[in-house]
């Protein structure tokens, strides 16, 4: 006659054994989820914490508040932080079909105005799914956006307006294309 498994093990020896499981369990998880890195290295991860289904998921940005004299000019600076492992095309893109990172901004309510974005150099690289090298971006970028404080703005805060179009990629991929937005803070003085 065979034991069931209730009748095997005592009370003691069943709590015992719920805890062993329990430790054993999540020291496989806790193995799996965070890859220690090899020494000298940086640890790669082997799945992302959450999946990718735009842009805009690995892309941010970040403006920062900028003060204008009437009538003066000054450079706003748009940052964007693109997650390790991924990059996004340079402005401008390598090929026509390729979807460049381009700033387009709102309106300023005729107090401020903004000329043509100034990009960053490219970084020129190889990839799989391309023949020839790519001009992207990596980790963090910056854009410059000119701005002028039109005659007849008046003392105060101005939000103005911005978008970047990016399009990221990894070593494999291309994901669908996002706009960011966001305001940049001008103090007009």
Not at 32 to 43: K, L, V
Not at 70 to 79: E, L, P, S
Not at 93 to 100: C, K, N, Q
Request: proline residues 9%.
């Amino acid at each position: 006659m065979k034991m069931n498994d209730q009748a095997r093990f005592s009370g003691r020896q069943k709590v015992t054994l719920t805890w062993l499981t329990a430790i054993c369990v999540g020291l496989v998880v806790s193995n799996c989820s965070r890859p220690e890195p090899i020494a000298g290295t940086q640890a790669t991860p082997r799945f992302s914490p959450q999946p990718i289904f735009s842009s805009l998921d690995v892309v941010k940005i970040k403006t920062e508040d900028v003060a204008i004299a009437i009538g003066g000019n000054v450079d706003a600076t748009v940052h964007l932080s693109i997650s390790p492992g991924f990059h996004i095309n340079a402005n401008p893109a390598t090929f026509p079909y390729l979807i460049a990172t381009e700033l387009e901004v709102g309106n300023g309510f005729g107090m401020v105005t903004a000329g043509k974005p100034v990009y960053p150099i490219a970084q020129k690289k190889r990839f799989k799914f391309a023949e020839q090298p790519l001009a992207v971006y990596e980790g963090e970028v910056r854009l410059t956006l000119p701005l002028h404080a039109t005659p007849k703005a008046t003392k105060g805060p101005v939000s103005l307006a911005i978008s970047v179009t990016v399009q990221a990629c990894d070593e494999e991929k291309c994901y669908p294309p996002g706009r960011l937005n966001a305001m940049i803070p001008v103090e007009v003085k």
